[in-house]
């Protein structure tokens, strides 16, 4: 299976490149463009974060069933197949009525199928070039690409009519679906061996402890992807500039796909996520203090160091912690915890304190909450580090 013979783990993983590039030139387009749809149906802020985070509610029980699934199939990739195919029908049932229960039922269904598909895509891409000389990063590079490229595009597309979001969406699903085909076989280890239980996970008392140090800047970036378009429009950007928004965000995360093993080797992953942590202070703190539109088109560098890193971070880390048999169940609780439930009170709660405060205000409040946050884990990591050093005398 993941090694079939030599020469084909010599290959360049193009089929990986192209996965990821299609996959997050979907992402693109319903992430950025969906709360715009939103807002121009009329809803508040309070309802808009509300929708966006059914996904997350969805997720905390979707993900880790399709993780053990996953794990206990005979080839992850079967699952991935069918994750992206049924997310992609998902998004067509969008646009046909903008009632809120409707709108709310079709998230839940395209949750359902949609939320597992990064971590276990991940968990299929690590666990193949392991056996190889191939790295993560530039693999992963081709997903930011394609979002940054799609963010512009589905802009221009999308300046006139937001609703054709969705066939955009359906198209490029369709599109990775079949690029799955030619991924290489990944199986899942513990489809002929005896289970283990999710739970195994949670013993790692180090990854609990790294993944509860991501929620706060999760929960952050969370309100960011709700709100930031209809912040950046209400200043005075059109879609178009939205596009382009998105686009210097994504580019900046370029550099840290290319560098980021290094940096992880040598600082190592508390220290690589303590420093994503305090650039989204002064990420936060910017948004909450300017309102040029320009000035906060610059801003979108800092992208490129703090949700990226995070995200790498965590996959890298448990691709090599975690066990064999749970490395897919791993991936999708970090996605679960660290991503999930920060949506969820990144959108809901910051989506109804915003129609209290505004959404600036919220932004400066987030830098004041992580910077907390890392006073925090920092004292925890302190004393752990303590204890293990006079337990080693």
Known sequence: MILDNLKHSEKYPYSFILFYSLLYMGFAVFSVFMPVYLDELG?????????????????LFAQPMWGVISD?????????????????????????????????????VYAFFQTPIVPIGDAITLEYITATRWKY?????????????MAVLAGVLTKKNVNGIFLICFVMGIMTFLTIFRMPTVKGHQSNQNKLSILELFKNRELVLLIGLTIAVHTSIGFYNSFFSIYYKSMGADNTIIGWAIFIASISEVLFLIIGDGI??????????????????????????????????ALQILHGFTFIVLAYSMSIYINNEVPSELKASGQTINAVVGVGLSKIIGSIGGGALSDFIGIRQVFFANALIILVWIVVFGAIFFVRSKREKLARM
């Open 137 to 149: 990063g530039p693999i992963r590079l081709a997903g930011t690409l394609g979002y940054a490229v």
């Open 264 to 297: 992880i080797k040598r600082l190592g992953i508390k220290l690589t996520l303590f420093g994503a942590a305090f650039v989204s202070i002064i990420r936060w703190a910017a948004f909450g203090l300017v309102d040029n539109i320009y000035v906060i088109l």
């Open 72 to 108: 206990r199939a005979k080839a992850k990739n079967n699952v991935l197949k069918t994750l992206v195919l049924f997310s992609s029908l998902g998004t067509l049932l969008f646009g046909i009525s903008g009632n809120y229960y409707y709108i709310f039922a079709v998230m839940v």
């Open 43 to 59: 809803y508040d802020n309070t309802d808009i974060g509300t929708l966006l985070s059914i996904s997350s509610f969805v997720g």
